[in-house]
């Protein structure tokens, strides 16, 4: 039942707890509903509840008003930060990045409460997917109330939650990520990063040329080409290596790749030792992005 004292499982501050400074709201909020059970005033009172509640649930416009303020105005040298950089990284313990968001998700909701909408996205992500889906739909006209208004249209009818990604494909449809990721031991990929430092590219874009010379091999073979029998001995490697849990076939022939491609550009400078050379994918750390 609600406003049982047993069974809300928020603990029960008895000891009059030191609370930081902003928190006393939360304190009164605790007494009112489970202590003191305004709730049970009436119909008022419960009203009086949600309000508070949808409040609470748009608290990132309010907040980002505030920061807003703090950037425009230099409040944060009242509190002894030379820049807002400074204030965001010390004082907040955010980056400036995500205070701009936060600021830029104010503004977008709060236009949306202007234009008469009661019902706003939930967070931070959630307006700035709609921001960045309205500008693809028009770069000259602010499109973001219409498809607002299309989004909440769709999520009721379909009764379905609206989240960030289904606000994206209600306005501008499904999308495919342009990138995908693989998996190299991490030996291999300090070897593919220090290639590629020499050759002054990222590793991510010496990766995409050893496979796309790959792939060109493959598709200028010949398809009916026939195929010789693989030696026993190679064939009992192959069945050890499909064994091995850790590994999928493409990801061995990506190590190949990069392997061979080290290779051969380090045999003009330097003697590799083969031997230092795994056989077998043994790691599953990711290909950092841009590392």
Sequence with gaps: MIGNLYDHKFETPFNDPELPNWADGYLDKFCDLFWDNTWKEGDEATASLEIDMLADRYAYIKEGMALRAFQIYK????????????????????????????????QISWSLMLSGFTELPDNVSQAQKLASSASQVSEEVDETVSCW?????????????????????????????????????????????????????????????????????????????????????KKSKKVLMLKTPEIKAWEKDLQDL??????????????????????????????????
């Design 75 to 106: 409040l944060y040298k009242d509190l002894g930060y030379k820049t807002f950089k400074e204030y965001c990284l010390k004082g907040l313990k955010k980056s400036v990045y995500y205070v701009k968001r936060v600021i830029k998700a104010a």
């Design 149 to 233: 208004q299309e989004v909440l249209g769709r999520a009721k009818q379909e009764s379905k939650p609206i989240t960030a990604t289904y606000i994206e494909t209600t306005i501008i449809g499904e999308t495919i990520p342009l990138l995908a990721t693989a998996k190299l031991p991490r030996d291999i990929w300090d070897k593919l990063k220090a290639q590629a430092k020499r050759q002054e590219v990222k590793p991510e874009k010496l990766l995409e040329e050893i496979v796309g010379n790959y792939l060109g091999q493959e598709q200028d073979s010949d398809p009916e080409t026939e195929t010789v029998a693989e030696p026993e001995s």
């Design 258 to 291: 990069v392997q061979e491609k080290y290779n051969n550009e380090a045999h003009s400078d330097i003697i590799t030792d083969s031997s230092a050379i795994p056989e077998i994918f043994q790691s599953d750390g990711g290909v950092p992005p841009g590392s």
